[in-house]
């Protein structure tokens, strides 16, 4: 198999390896990076567990190549929040109970992130946009959505 | 794929000239939403991959002497954003914002979802009402122009040359652009394959249907214009009966195949209904 050498930015820090051409982002980012945080639900682009921001930008890890992100910035869940210091989205998900098994969390919450990055006082057609490439089999999205709106909310009353 | 090798042009020349020496071994990928999964399936595995992604000399949209010109390589969230095709051609922005799902559309790319030529490709049917014609580009100034109705051959299937690059998507700037009506039925809000959409533009003078034209897709081999439709309309005035019936006319034009999401008699009956909401969108969205 070729390979080629490839670095990325991952969570604010540059990382080298090697890719070979047909690589996903996302086999990249498990296999060699360790970043299990990033999680692979469908593999082809259907599910949005994979989520990423690339370049500022949220999209599915598994539906770019490894080498297309080279040179660029990705950021995972990891790169946003940690347990002692949770991003105001994450705590919002927790207080609210918009987690279950967990598997859809990281990529509904960095879906989420970009569109009040962007849009900080975004209506509920806007999250259920911003999200709506990302499944939930056990939540049934209310609490998502609700847990998105605190955020919100919470971000104003922070700002007044 | 293991063997598969990795090719990335710095500019629009060097790309040309990787496509001629690989001399149809390669494949162009630009967003991959279609290509890469079918890598992973093993459906495809081509020899050489040609990454366009970067290349920002193909993703321009530009404004010039009343055209529209639109890179092949822009993702389809920035066409849904752009403010040039929000005002100058709102179906296609509106197709736009429906493609797929915000994650999808912020790696896919309008040149990859016409070569792809699904006949369900959310942007085919906005164009050919837009009658919107495209650019292949070869090693050597080879370069043609090929009016969109002419480009899809059959489902998945166009006639670009092994040695040829999709540049840009051009289409005169509409001289009523408000007159316009687009809209996608799909199974789900998003991430879905249309079961039939439609695409109307019009130019409309005082209540009477100068000039009609509309596409449809998934529900032929290929997105097709509706000219027995655009034909029963011109130079009728838009009264509901007069759309309603020209609009029960397109089942002429169209020949849709049952499929997993919808029967051949249920994207027949929702072509008309769907039709004639768009045409009624399209002469309504212009008054004042």
């Not at chain 1, 994979?50 to 040179?71: F, R, S, Y």
């Not at chain 2, 399936?41 to 002497?65: A, G, H, M, R, T």
């Amino acid at each position: 198999m070729k390979k080629y050498p490839m670095h990325i930015n991952l969570n604010g820090e540059w990382v080298e390896m090697e890719a070979d051409a047909g690589e996903t982002l996302l086999q990249t980012l498990r296999n060699k990076l360790d970043a299990v945080e990033v999680k692979n639900g469908c593999g082809k682009g259907d599910c949005g567990a994979c989520t990423v921001i690339l370049n500022g930008n949220p999209v599915n890890a598994c539906l770019t190549l490894a080498l297309q992100a080279d040179g660029k910035e990705v950021v995972t869940i990891k790169g946003i929040g940690s347990v002692q210091n949770p991003h105001p989205i994450q705590k919002s998900f927790v207080e609210k109970g918009a987690i279950q098994c967990g598997f859809c969390t990281a990529g509904h919450v960095l879906s989420a992130k970009v569109l009040l990055d962007k849009n900080p006082e975004p209506t509920r057609d806007d999250i259920t946009e911003a999200i709506s490439g990302n499944l939930c089999r056990c939540t049934g999205y209310t609490k998502i959505v609700e847990a998105i709106e605190d955020s919100v909310l919470e971000a104003q009353s922070g700002r007044e | 794929m293991g063997n598969t090798e990795y090719i990335k042009p710095k500019n629009l020349n060097d790309l040309l000239n990787n496509k001629k020496e690989t001399e149809g071994r390669g494949a162009v990928i630009a967003g991959g939403t279609n290509l890469i999964p079918q890598m992973q399936e093993k459906i495809k595995s081509p020899e050489f991959l040609i990454d366009v992604c970067d290349l920002q000399e193909l993703s321009q949209i530009k404004e010039e002497n009343g055209m529209i010109s639109i890179g092949a390589g822009t993702t389809i969230a920035d066409i849904a954003s752009s403010d040039i095709i929000n005002v100058k051609s709102p179906i296609l922005a509106s197709a736009a914002r429906q493609l797929g799902n915000p994650l999808v559309r912020n790696r896919a790319t309008i040149g990859g979802n016409l070569a792809d030529a699904s006949p369900a490709a959310d942007t085919a049917p906005p164009l050919l009402a837009l009658e919107a014609f495209l650019f292949l580009e070869s090693e050597g100034g080879g370069q043609r122009e090929v009016p969109l109705e002419q480009f899809f051959t059959g489902p998945n299937q166009t006639v670009m040359k092994a040695n040829e690059v999709m540049t840009r998507i051009c289409f005169s700037e509409p001289e009523h652009p408000l007159n316009g009506g687009y809209i996608k039925l799909g199974l789900r809000k998003a991430m879905a394959i249309s079961v039939v959409s439609v695409a109307v533009m019009l130019d409309v003078e005082e209540g009477i249907c100068r000039k009609a034209r509309i596409a449809l897709g998934s529900v032929a081999p290929k997105p097709v214009r509706a000219y027995g439709v655009e034909k029963n309309l011109e130079g009728k005035e838009l009264n509901r009966d007069v759309i309603e019936a020209s609009a029960n006319k397109v089942t002429k034009d169209i020949s849709p195949i049952s499929d997993i999401r919808a029967s051949a008699k249920y994207r027949q009956h929702t072509s008309s209904v769907l039709l004639k909401r768009a045409i009624l969108e399209a002469r309504d969205r212009g008054k004042k």
